[in-house]
């Protein structure tokens, strides 16, 4: 495992991704406290894409669903708007005014997600599903051909497959994210599974009888991080440092979250990739976690750890 920031570290080295007006911290050089830091992150306007599928007979697919989503979605991505019909994009003249170089095959900061896609092989004869794709400002121009290429994608699944007409909103993350919770126990439950990276020992310390709650939280925040650096880098590119509650006395009331596996073909590496992370559903407690539910919130649009853009790592924070 990785070793993720501590704490408090200075989340500095902001990264210029397109001419986007600039989303400012209260103090850039401050330790905001973590209602205050996730403001420029609740700002950031997104574009969601909302699918209702219906699968009309039982399926067997060789990797997760969402990953046969997500190559289908590059494949007919490239063939929609690659500008040259080249094999790959290194080293091809038009990639810097190329929708498929910029927005897919980059390797920085994927501005498109999706969700509502499970992480099985098999899907059951009438299973229905809701798949939501995410674009951030980046890829606002290019959302007429995402909204197409995903829907072709979702028929990888099944080519006879039911598909609802598209429903698009254009709203920020804030206005995206689900209403304030209740004071209380809360339930988190994994749509599909989040791979999460980071040192079990320090997230042990921080949280001692619920570590993978520390283990989220932190990958939490370097995903919003990240979303602000990429798509609202602040005048000046200093990012503050986020303040995080006290988890030392967080408990488990029921559930758990427990290791999850599986694979997928690349065929950019040419190799079967492993995929692994956390599931399940589980409800905690402590006195404190009122001050992380905000981020959870957010989380559940933005999604969380590793593979975003594969359809893993989505959240929910279940309401009483």
């Excluded at 007979?57 to 590059?74: F, M, T, Y």
């Excluded at 794709?133 to 080519?159: E, G, I, K, Q």
């Excluded at 290791?259 to 905690?284: I, K, T």
Aim: net charge positive; proline share 10%; with cysteine.
């Amino acid at each position: 495992m990785h070793d993720v920031l501590p704490l408090r570290t200075d989340l500095d080295g902001a990264t210029q991704a397109a001419p986007l007006p600039a989303a400012e911290h209260p103090n850039t050089r401050a330790v905001l406290p973590l209602d205050a830091w996730l403001q420029p992150a609740l700002a950031l306007p997104l574009i969601e894409i909302s699918i209702d599928a219906s699968i009309p007979r039982h399926v067997r697919l060789g990797a997760p669903a969402c990953a046969v989503v997500r190559g289908r979605l590059g494949k007919r991505l490239r063939e929609v708007r690659c500008l040259t019909g080249a094999r790959t994009c290194d080293g091809c003249p038009q990639a810097s005014r190329c929708d498929f170089a910029q927005l897919f095959d980059d390797g920085a900061q994927h501005a498109f997600w999706f969700q509502g896609v499970p992480a099985t092989s098999g899907l059951d004869r009438g299973a229905r599903l809701t798949a939501r794709l995410y674009l951030a400002a980046p890829a606002h121009t290019a959302a007429p051909y995402f909204d197409v290429t995903f829907r072709d994608a979702l028929r990888a699944l099944d080519p006879d497959a039911v598909l609802s007409p598209s429903r698009w909103r254009c709203m920020s993350l804030g206005d995206l994210a689900p209403p304030e919770l209740p004071a209380g126990p809360l339930h988190l439950r994994t749509e599909s599974p989040l791979c999460l990276r980071g040192d079990e020992a320090v997230c042990r310390s921080l949280c001692p009888r619920v570590p993978w709650l520390a283990l989220l939280v932190r990958a939490g925040v370097r995903r919003l991080d990240a979303l602000v650096r990429a798509f609202a880098p602040p005048v000046g590119g200093q990012l503050p440092r986020a303040e995080l509650p006290d988890l030392s006395s967080v408990e488990l009331i029921r559930g758990a979250l427990s290791p999850w596996s599986s694979s997928r073909f690349s065929h950019r590496q040419h190799q079967r990739m492993p995929l692994e992370g956390l599931q399940g559903d589980a409800v905690v407690h402590g006195p404190h976690l009122a001050a992380l539910a905000p981020l959870l919130r957010a989380l559940t649009v933005t999604s969380v750890g590793k593979s975003t853009s594969l359809g893993l790592g989505t959240l929910r924070v279940v309401r009483p």
